[in-house]
């Protein structure tokens, strides 16, 4: 998100590569894939197109307001973030349109549908009011039978066996077991990991009964050094809370391991792991090598400090984040924000 563009082009067209999903050239449009390529979108708030603009939610929950939107839209789209997800670079690359949220009126499921919720965990405790990932498999469960009954049984499935499926769910599920149970014993966090291992599991495989065959999966962040964790622990350099980041280590690990050994049981299965952990982390600990000065601590300090060329990882863990994110957009043609 925040690396170069040449880092990011070559991360995507790996990603892509891996799935066997066409990529046409941004220079020459007469390059156009040669069949039609869906996107089924599942997860948090990293995929979130706007979904949560249809749900009665708290602020923190919405990304509905300025400056959400500010350097691409424009407007806020419900997206956390100023510009573009990563499903929407990928969605460029392959061809299509950006993918719409499944609360959107009046949209066409032919081209796929993003049905991610920011707040979404694998567990409904996670965020009550949310769309969770069980709903969200649901809502897709709909969305196929409906594309069934409109194009009919054939063309159904060739549609849903050619589309990609990308998920990425996990993080506010670690946040919540953290945050609710600071008291934890090794065993009940190994257990939780294990819980959260099989639950993902599972919904790969429940995707793939219902046609699909192709899993784009973003693995889970660095929860433990993301600005408000490390505001709340007060924590300043490279600190970053490590019990989460502990977990997580062992939730991405058995992970991949489970979706590998999907791979030799399952026919036709393919998947590509980006792994997010890794490149986030990257980016917190060296910088520099990404092409800009990228600050990663809490809001206030940057307020402080007047910086105009910092790349902000923004949280709305703040009681005025709206005026602070107002007093930090004076200088937004200096850096770039990533929430």
Known sequence: MAASKLTFNFLLLNFLASLRIPEISLCDRSRQPKRHVAMFIFGDSIFDAGNNNYINLSVSDRANYWPYGETFFHFPTGRFTDGRLIVDFIATKIGQPFVPPYLQP???????????????????????????????????????ISTEEQIGDKEAKKLLSQAVYATSVGANDYSYFVDNYPNATQLERDEFVNNMVGNVTDFVKEL????????????????????????????????????????????????????????????????????????????????????????????????????????????LSFGNAQVLQCRIMRHSNKFTLIY
Do not use: W
């Open 106 to 144: 009046g949209i066409n499921f032919t081209n796929g549908v993003n049905f991610a919720s920011a707040g979404a965990g694998v567990f409904p405790d996670t965020d009550p009011g949310v769309i969770t990932l069980g709903m969200q498999l649901s809502n897709f469960k709909n969305v196929a």
């Open 208 to 315: 793939y009964n219902f046609g699909a065959r192709k899993f784009a999966i973003l693995n889970v962040g660095p929860r433990g050094c993301q600005p408000a964790v490390r505001q709340s622990e007060e924590l300043r350099g490279d600190g970053c809370e490590e019990v989460s980041l502990q977990m997580i280590k062992k939730h991405n690990s058995a992970t991949s391991k489970a979706i590998k050994e999907l791979e030799s049981k399952l026919s036709g299965f393919k998947y590509s792991i980006l792994d997010f952990y890794t490149i986030l982390l990257d980016m917190i600990k060296h910088p520099k090598d990404y092409g800009k000065y990228i600050y990663f601590d809490n809001v206030r300090v940057l307020v402080r400090k007047q910086s105009k060329r910092h790349i902000v990882f923004h949280s």
